[in-house]
């Protein structure tokens, strides 16, 4: 073996639990767009609304649906924020009055994981005179740069996601003939969940089948009992 390919950098592996986080609120988010948005425009289209009623409804449902999305997740993540600032201050301020207990209590977590009493307290000490906060954010709080909270940009994705997935009902709303309002935003709306399934299932490893009837199912269930709705409580045009 010769120098260079001793010296070769190795490829970044990757894993599937590395795009867990994102890929299920982005599924999530798509999957009520899909599945609120077709319910609503179902049971107004079984109800013999006329088809300009039917658009409205749709949209209104698209950008309220955002709207809450984005107002929900801003207000969540934010409050998980307001948390990872208050246990930092902590951290911080327990680092300025007790180094050596807080020393001890990194090295606790690293002897669980493993490591011997020695090698423990050397990695414990090695790591907090490099970034004291840091490693107690990181391995006593869970808190890192990667996983830290971000409530504008978690607003934002959610409400996108939503919108990506509400947009299909509202175009095949738009694109069909009268008649068949129904059946075409029945039809695209199950499409697209089972596409969203099968996504999301192989993305993060897992076999596309039962994710795929699984979102297909309950899409049904929701549209179907809408439709009944509007059939209910409809006037004829």
């Known amino acids: 073996m010769n120098m260079e390919s001793r010296t070769a950098p190795r490829p970044k592996e990757m894993h599937a639990t590395s795009r867990l986080g994102w890929l299920r609120a982005a599924v999530l988010g798509a999957n009520d ?7 609503l425009i179902i049971g107004v289209a079984s109800a013999h609304a006329t088809q300009g ?10 950008v309220a649906g955002a709207m809450s999305m984005a107002a929900g997740e801003y207000v969540s993540v934010s409050s998980q924020a307001d948390s990872e600032k208050a246990d930092l201050a902590r951290e911080k301020k327990e680092l300025g009055s007790s180094w050596d207990a807080e020393v001890r ?48 940009q978690a607003a934002v994705a959610s409400a996108g996601a939503f919108s990506s997935g509400a947009i299909l009902p509202v175009l095949a709303a738009l694109l069909s003939p009268a008649g068949v309002v129904s059946w075409a935003v029945s039809a695209v709306s199950l499409t697209g ?25 309950w899409g049904v269930m929701a549209m179907a009992v809408t439709a009944a709705i509007g059939r209910i409580f409809g006037v004829q045009a």
């Open 33 to 39: 767009g899909i599945l609120s948005t077709s319910s």
């Open 53 to 62: 009623s039917i658009l409205l409804a749709g949209i209104s449902s698209m």
């Open 105 to 152: 209590e990194l090295a606790s977590i690293y002897r669980q994981r493993g490591l011997d009493d020695m090698l423990a307290r050397k990695v414990a000490l090695q790591l907090m005179k490099h970034d004291a906060l840091g490693a107690h954010a990181r391995d006593e709080l869970g808190i890192s740069e990667a996983t830290a909270a971000r409530p504008v």
């Open 193 to 217: 969940l089972a596409v969203l399934g099968v996504v999301g299932a192989r993305a993060g490893g897992a076999a596309p089948l039962r994710p795929a009837m699984r979102v297909i199912f």
